[in-house]
């Protein structure tokens, strides 16, 4: 694969979110306080998973992998996002634009697999509680979420790796807030037929790879809450699992409908609009999902605020 940039193009013009002006003040207002909670929320989590000890659990330790997947991924977009509200021209230097489309991709798809791995975990929880501790160790967690960043590493290496062979020479306008892959794809002034079947074949595979480990673990848990006599084991059951049904289909939702939809002149903003859901929608409601119908973090966190009180 070659790696060595023939572009002519310095530095990119990302467009921002929205050019009425009218909305810029509101909209970096809003987004703002996105990112505060985004970041304030994720960071909470992680502290509170670190300092309560019955929270040292195969769970919360992908929990925590999850929120810090979100807390560094919210300084990717974010900074740029909140600058196009504040400047004329929103400008980022071609290394700058392929070091945040790695990172973009790297976490990215590192919550895949890590959320596919959480899938597993509640899986085992369910179905063989008595084998739980045996089966999910901490060596098997700790194998399972670095799988899941070396996945998101290699993934992100290659986007980012097709993406630097092409030339830039025309337009250096990019028809987004952050540097996307699809937006970058339509200003290459050279063929983009590998990239368009690299890309479609990393994102198909960790769809696939992703959704079908989720629907089985899922429809074997449903099979074992439906053998379960009692309507306690049913709530307990499906008490473990809704923080992570509701994660799953925020995440795999947004960004289905982000990249999966039929062809149209509209389709770049249509995209650039969805992918904020998952890219700073998500990763703020992700602590206040785990935190506020999750009662051992609810207790954590009084823990916590006693020992900072007395």
Known sequence: MVTESNSSVTEFILMGLTVQKELQLPLFILFLLNYTATVVGNLSLM??????????????????????IDFCYSFVSNPTMLRSFVTEQNTISYEGCMSQLFFF???????CYVLTAMAYDRYVAICHPLKYTTVMSPKICCLLVFGSYLMGFAGALTHTGFMIRLSFCNSNIINHYMCDIFPLLQLSCTSTYVNELVSSAVVGTIIILSSIIILV?????????????????????????????????LFYGSGLLAYIKPTSAETVDQGKFLSIFYTLVVPMLNPLIYSLRNKDVKLALKRTMKRVTT
Do not use: D, Q, R
């Open 217 to 249: 673990s899922y429809a074997m848990i449903l099979s074992n809450i439906l053998h379960m006599s009692s309507s306690k084991g049913w709530s307990k059951a499906l008490g473990t699992c809704g923080s992570h049904i509701i994660t799953v289909s």
């Open 105 to 111: 991709c790297f976490f990215v798809n590192s919550e």
């Open 47 to 68: 502290n509170l998973i670190c300092l309560n000890s019955h929270l040292h659990t195969p769970m919360y330790f992908f929990i925590f992998n999850l929120s810090c």
